[in-house]
């Protein structure tokens, strides 16, 4: 029912957000200047306008800027529910404390951008993942153009930070040319995760380390990726071969494999507590990482 009810209310809201050029909607609000854009973006012909949530710290020089890769739901029903986290919340809050800003896009597919999903490829068990992954790419180097444009941004030295099939497509984009991005932080990214609504149960692991070999082969900048013990997406194991095709096939990661955390450990970052755990582990990998 809960479902049912979140679906109708986005589809409702959907047809007037829709109509809505592309920029910035309304006036910042609140602490962080919460503001929604639509960003646009060339879809081979078809323009989109990715729903994106921008959220900046209290001084008013230009921000090194933090770009949000989101996760894919479980049940495909429910990736219509898909937003960009609040601003207020503890993961975009962690780093809008130390003066960067934070633009969250929702991709093609997904909640009010709505639009075809891009990031299938027929079943899972057969799927390669290299397609998905620079599919869901594309999206994030549209959101880092767009950031480029907005004059209290840095354009240059920015910041991508994945979770989940959003750090999977942060693997996915540092194998593409990236020349404003300088940091690229992969936490618990995979693809096929809880196949059939089940945890534990991926239905295609070699899949992602041969696709992560492949994005290792040209990939230009050093990554941090952090993974839990206890997450039920994507094992130790899983990641521990993710990481090893990467690197074998000549990219570079640090590979942090964290005790288990809470419950479920895969979404430590967007949960309360987490940045304990992963903020100064992130903090240490960007301070090697140039702002410029």
Known sequence: MRLRLVFALLLLAAPALA???????GTPQGRWRDQTYFIPMNDNGVRRLLYAR???PTSEAPA?????AHGTPAEVARRVTVGPPSCDGEAFRWFLER???????????YGVTGG???EGGGPCAQEEFVRPGLESARDVATTVDYAATLPFLRPQGMVLVGLSTGGFATIAYDSTPHPRVTALINFSGGRGGHHDNQPNNNCNPSGLAVAAGQFGATASTPMLWI???NDS??????AGAMHAAFTKAGGQAQYLANPAFGADGHDMFVLTGGSAIWGPQVERYLATRPAQ
Request: hydrophobic fraction near 40%; charge should be positive.
């Open 64 to 68: 090194r800027v933090v770009i949000y």
């Open 227 to 229: 993974y839990q013990a």
């Open 19 to 25: 109509q809505n050029a592309p920029g910035p909607v």
């Open 233 to 238: 997406f994507f094992s130790p194991e899983i």
């Open 54 to 56: 921008l959220c900046r």
């Open 99 to 109: 003066g960067y800003a934070v633009l969250a896009s929702v991709r093609r597919g």
């Open 116 to 118: 075809p999903y891009a």
